[in-house]
């Protein structure tokens, strides 16, 4: 028989994990009734904690605090069940806050996990945190970073990160149209405050040096929200110079961008050709249209993300090196 | 100037709103400098708890556990966008968790809202769990259902409820598609353990009835996720009576249903029709589809959650009369 998990136990005696783990280091009060289901869960598992589970901190919530920009986005909930499917099987589980690309909130929400409400956290920061991030680490608390850095590159040097190369996936995009031809081009970034708005920026700017354009890109900055997608086509329409083509620069507003082209009656690719970093699940709606994408890797990042997270919480001294690990991104295309 | 709320308070002092109670009331260990840095923020905006504020419970953790099958489904997430512009002006938080339509999932989340680290739940639940929703119920825990009932009519009569007539909705549904002649229709439903699901299928039944169609409609029983969807329309397809319609039962499996209609080349809805509980978002990207689709009201339902909420956290006693609000949905068509 495999080993049974602390998890199994929890479902066993009606409990959660936090009160297996109570009940077995004795830290706080539990009911007696309580404990006889435990140890008789214990008992009938024949569960024996193992070096690593003995080594845990004895406080703890079994929570793991993940605060994203946007918990409906399928890319977050790509990384977050990677994730899950690690920790999972340790017997802890995810709460989601969502800061909704607002940097006040996620300060607040970070202030919260601050308090020792959960065991670990991990943050797709809207950036202008760096304060609130520091000192969260300061406190002792776990924090990995998942797709986005923080402002300043010191900042990044001293914690986990697990993100895409931005620069690099937007340059290859930007290629594609430009070896199909094209020269003016209209682009729809995310808030600059974040990196990956910033990254992806460069990334067309550089692919544009290449092929000698050296006017500026048509940029639209919006928030990663579809309605950002919607809002830029009607301002690249209204464009002077319209552009033929349009790199849409997250999956969200890329849905946007698609919806407001189809409704101004325009044709995908033959009046505007498009590009989005990352799919567009509903992308395959629309026949022939020849739309580059991103292929991302949300879940691999969760794993991993999942896998540093675990070994931070048990291994609190000496404190192991920050990873930093940064995943590739592939281009594809639609039809 | 306006009152300052409990949560202005909070950001001037850089702190959580739990902090600041905690101060107030002083009912729990506050180092020093906080304390002054909460009382600097109280007397600077000269903020004055209101008569309810101060008959609030003094160990608030103020924070709202959101309990649903999907967050990343726009559904959930328009009504807890609701919830949170009630609340959140109280200084209250929503984390979220997904029991991602796993009743056992949802069953060991629930124990962890159990072990108060939230001041209420709001759950829409995947069935199942009635006994752990009572448990939780008698733990005095305030608890809103949206969206779903739970199994038995007994357990309903006990909690505030926000959500739709999924009956009445998916008859009107139907109806749609048996005008326009359909005899042959393929229902695409979620799992009948949660009560959207039997409510629904009733419906499409209902309305059947009404039409002298007595043979039972082709089911394909999902789990309400966009592959379901896919894997229905290969079950139809390949189905010796096939359907010329099919009524898909949530929104995600709608999306899944188009997808894969589209990838087999056939049209919609001249090869295919389609009826959808709930507005799929790229559902434009289709032109002339006529598909049917019932409008939702998520933000309202979440508006009306929020507003019981409140109720219940600050008025513990006596008891308020369990809230029932049922909302209409109405069928429109694309295009």
């Known amino acids: 028989m495999a080993r049974a998990t602390i998890k ?18 004795n830290t706080d009060f539990v009911s007696d009734e309580i404990k006889e289901r435990v140890m008789a869960a214990v008992n009938k598992l024949n569960y024996r904690p193992s070096a690593i589970a003995r080594s845990l901190k004895q406080d703890r919530t079994y929570m793991i605090g993940v605060v994203v920009p946007d ?3 399928p890319y977050f909930m790509g990384i977050s069940k990677g994730i899950e499917d690690v920790v999972g099987k340790e017997g ?8 909704d690309e607002n940097p006040d909130k996620e300060k607040r929400l970070l202030k919260l996990m601050q308090e020792k409400r959960v065991d670990a956290v991990v943050l797709a920061t809207s950036g202008g945190n760096d304060p609130a991030i520091k000192q969260l680490a300061d406190s002792r608390m776990p924090i990995i970073l998942v797709d986005r850095k923080p402002d300043s590159p010191e900042a990044g040097l001293m914690l986990d990160l697990v993100a895409e190369d931005n620069t690099e996936g937007a340059s290859r995009l930007t290629r594609k149209l430009l070896e199909d031809g094209h020269k003016a ?5 995310g808030p600059t405050r974040s990196s990956t708005g910033r990254e992806r920026l460069d990334g067309v700017r550089k692919a544009m040096k290449e092929y000698a354009l050296n006017e500026e ?18 301002h690249f329409l209204d464009a002077d110079h319209r552009p033929t083509a349009i790199i849409s620069l997250n999956n969200r507003m890329s849905l946007g961008v698609l919806l407001e082209i189809v409704r101004s009656g325009l044709r995908i690719p033959s009046d505007m050709a498009v590009a989005s970093f990352g799919e567009v699940e509903a992308g395959p709606l629309l026949k022939e249209s020849g ?30 090196k920050p990873a930093f690990e940064i995943y590739g991104t592939e281009v594809k295309q639609l039809n």
Chains 1, 2 share one sequence.
């Open 291 to 320: 739309i580059y994408y991103l292929e991302q890797r949300p879940y691999d990042m969760g794993i991993k993300a999942g896998e540093i997270l675990l070994r931070r919480i048990r291994e609190e001294a000496p404190l192991l």
């Open 185 to 189: 081009i209209g682009v729809v970034n």
């Open 217 to 234: 890109p048509i940029v639209y900055n919006g928030d990663f929200s579809t309605e950002d997608g919607i809002q830029a086509v009607r």
């Open 92 to 99: 802890f589980q995810l709460i989601f806050c969502s800061s």
């Open 71 to 73: 918990i409906s986005n």
């Open 8 to 25: 199994q136990v929890a479902e066993e005696a009606e409990v959660s994990t936090a009160t297996v783990s109570r009940v077995l280091n």
